[in-house]
């Protein structure tokens, strides 16, 4: 499975942003699927979380109540809906997916348990 993330852009503090993920080769329909930031000198972190279905979703602390992670499997697509940003938020946005799949979205909140990365999409906030 080949992904790549697009939709990013320059927003301001407060504002809105929409993610996609999109599969180029394969299908993205049948995983888990999460998505992860890395912001200028810090590590990658989890973001997002959503099982193959949609049924379940996770999110890190940071982000939860502000994003939502959604997916259309007739669409081959999973999404990331970035409200109420913040100068934090900014970072490169990747998404991913695992080669195990079976558990619920909370399984999925580190990046050792993904096998199928994106290139990133950059998301800056200004202040």
């Known amino acids: 499975v080949q992904l790549q993330a697009s939709g990013g852009g320059l927003v301001q503090t407060g504002g809105s942003l929409r993610l996609s993920c999109a599969a180029s080769r394969g299908t993205i329909s049948t995983y888990p699927t999460g998505w992860f930031r890395q912001a200028p000198g810090k590590e990658r972190e989890f973001a997002a979380a959503?099982?193959?279905?949609?049924?379940?979703?996770y999110y890190a602390d940071s982000v939860k109540g502000r994003f939502t992670i959604s997916r259309d499997n007739a669409k081959n697509m999973v999404y990331l809906q970035m409200d109420s940003l913040k100068p934090e938020d900014t970072a490169v946005y990747f998404c991913?997916?695992?080669?195990?799949?079976?558990?619920?979205?909370?399984?999925?909140?580190?990046?050792?348990?993904?096998?199928?990365w994106g290139q990133g999409t950059q998301v800056t906030v200004s202040s």
């Open positions: 959503i099982s193959w279905s949609g049924s379940s979703t």
């Open positions: 991913a997916a695992p080669k195990k799949t079976g558990f619920s979205a909370a399984y999925y909140n580190t990046e050792q348990r993904y096998d199928y």
